[in-house]
Structure formats: C-alpha cells, structure tokens
C-alpha cells in the first residue's frame, strides 16, 4: 500500500507525544529541560554525520570535490532569501499558534509559547532528516517503508522525550510531516526513481546543515530561523543538476 509507512510515522508521534504528556506531568522542569538538552545533542550529532555526505563519492565525481559545499552554501544562501521573503518560519508558528487555539485550552502566554515551540521545532526535526525524503521516495516508487518504519520509530521515541517538556505541540507536528511525507510519496509515485545519487547527496547534506540549526535552538544557544531555510532542501538538488550539466561545457 503506496502511503503505509507515512500513516505508521503518523500515528507513532501522535502515540509517542501522548506517552510523553503523560510522562512529563510527572517529572519536575529540571529534568525535562535535560531531556530537550539530550535531543539537541543528539540532533546536533545526526545533522553532523549528514553534513558529511559532502564527501559522498558520487556526489564529489558528479560535481567536483570543491563544489559539493559551495552547492550546499548556495543552497542554504538561495532558500534562505526565498524563505524569508516568504515568511516561513513566521507562517509556521503563526499556524502553530492557530492549532493551539484550536485544540488546547491553555490560553496563558506561556502555555502558547511552549506549544508553538514544540509544534514548530519538532515539525523540523521531523521533516527535515534524510528518512523523512529517503524513505517517501522509496514508498512512492514501491521499494518498500523500511526505512520510514525505521524512521517512525525513532520519531515515536523523540515524539515522547520531546512531548514531556514540550507538550501538545508536539503531536501536532504529525500534520506537517504526514503533509510533507505524504506529498514527496506522490512524486515519488507519478515521477518514479529519477534522483540520482548525487543529487540525494546534496539534499542530504543540506538538511544536515539544516539540523544543526535546529540542534542549537532546542539547546537555546541561538533561535536560527531553520524554517526560512527550508527551500534549501528545493535549491541543493537543482544547482546540482545545474553543475553536472554545465560542467561538459568547461571541459570540452
């Protein structure tokens, strides 16, 4: 069934964030603030080893070994313009801010704040990791959602950790990322595997960069505007094919 492994990845935040309200009533402030510090580390960690795609072999033989990160600059310098021309991260919370209207019935400012944080930060942390592309490709062309299977487990555990200091924002990230899975599943399905090894690189890497700066939000060393930058994640694979195809011209 071409969409499982998104509905699965669904249904674990939503379980995972529940468990984690539960939870979180329970612990004392210190404490969750060490569990969302431990998460910031962590995806500090997953967004270094996905930096490191830009020694990828095949994206270095495509492009060249000095362009990977200057696609990857270009990128990140091109989707940021676009993303805060288009006011990204403040549409963001803005529909966060909506949700919690909606479905909570916290209406102190604080109370706000802290679901808008959780919508916004884990919505990011889901979406933008290689499983979240990887794997809705890989459903979309019928190879299978293991690798989304993998990833719905770990977002189940992170949905919990993060739903115990964060609260009901964090469920509601489910919307965002069953949108954005459930979108690259339909190209996926209509266009069929066309990405090339390179270009899956250049995405990688980026959202690397991308998790990094959601690492250092949730460890509040400086609120990067993350989702201004998400058309980065559009810009890395078409400079790529850009270079590859221009590169003929020079060496010929």
Same mark, same amino acid.
């Given at each position: 069934?071409?969409?499982?492994?998104?509905?699965?990845?669904?249904?674990?935040?939503?379980?995972?964030?529940?468990?984690?309200?539960?939870?979180?009533?329970?612990?004392?402030?210190?404490?969750?603030?060490?569990?969302?510090?431990?998460?910031?580390?962590?995806?500090?960690?997953?967004?270094?080893?996905?930096?490191?795609?830009?020694?990828?072999?095949?994206?270095?033989?495509?492009?060249?070994?000095?362009?990977?990160?200057?696609?990857?600059?270009?990128?990140?310098?091109?989707?940021?313009?676009?993303?805060?021309?288009?006011?990204?991260? /403040?549409?963001?919370?803005?529909?966060?801010?909506?949700? /919690?209207?909606?479905?909570?019935?916290?209406?102190?400012?604080?109370?706000?704040?802290?679901?808008?944080?959780?919508?916004?930060?884990?919505?990011?942390?889901?979406?933008?990791?290689?499983?979240?592309?990887?794997?809705?490709?890989?459903?979309?062309?019928?190879?299978?959602?293991?690798?989304?299977?993998?990833?719905?487990?770990?977002?189940?555990?992170?949905?919990?950790?993060?739903?115990?200091?964060?609260?009901?924002?964090?469920?509601?990230?489910?919307?965002?990322?069953?949108?954005? /899975?459930?979108?690259?599943?339909?190209?996926?399905?209509?266009?069929?595997?066309?990405?090339?090894?390179?270009?899956?690189?250049?995405?990688?890497?980026?959202?690397?960069?991308?998790?990094?700066?959601?690492?250092?939000?949730?460890?509040?060393?400086? /609120?990067?505007?993350?989702?201004?930058?998400?058309?980065?994640?559009?810009?890395?694979?078409?400079?790529?094919?850009?270079?590859?195809?221009?590169?003929?011209?020079?060496?010929?």
């Amino acid at each position: 069934m071409i969409g499982l492994g998104t509905i699965i990845n669904v249904a674990t935040i939503v379980i995972g964030a529940t468990l984690g309200i539960l939870i979180g009533n329970r612990l004392p402030e210190r404490t969750t603030r060490v569990v969302t510090d431990a998460l910031g580390l962590v995806t500090l960690v997953i967004g270094g080893l996905n930096v490191m795609a830009l020694a990828d072999a095949d994206f270095t033989a495509a492009v060249g070994s000095g362009i990977t990160l200057l696609i990857v600059l270009g990128a990140l310098l091109i989707g940021g313009i676009a993303g805060s021309l288009l006011k990204i991260e /403040q549409r963001l919370e803005g529909f966060g801010s909506w949700l /919690q209207g909606r479905f909570t019935s916290s209406g102190t400012t604080e109370g706000k704040a802290r679901f808008i944080t959780g919508f916004v930060d884990s919505s990011l942390v889901f979406c933008i990791g290689p499983l979240a592309i990887l794997g809705a490709l890989s459903d979309g062309t019928g190879h299978g959602i293991e690798q989304l299977a993998l990833k719905s487990t770990l977002d189940g555990f992170a949905a919990l950790a993060f739903a115990a200091s964060l609260g009901w924002g964090v469920a509601a990230s489910a919307i965002p990322v069953g949108l954005w /899975q459930g979108l690259l599943t339909l190209i996926a399905f209509w266009v069929g595997s066309v990405m090339s090894t390179a270009v899956i690189a250049s995405i990688t890497a980026t959202g690397g960069v991308l998790l990094l700066g959601v690492g250092l939000r949730l460890l509040k060393i400086r /609120q990067v505007a993350v989702g201004d930058l998400l058309p980065a994640l559009v810009i890395a694979p078409l400079l790529t094919l850009l270079v590859i195809s221009v590169q003929p011209l020079f060496s010929g």
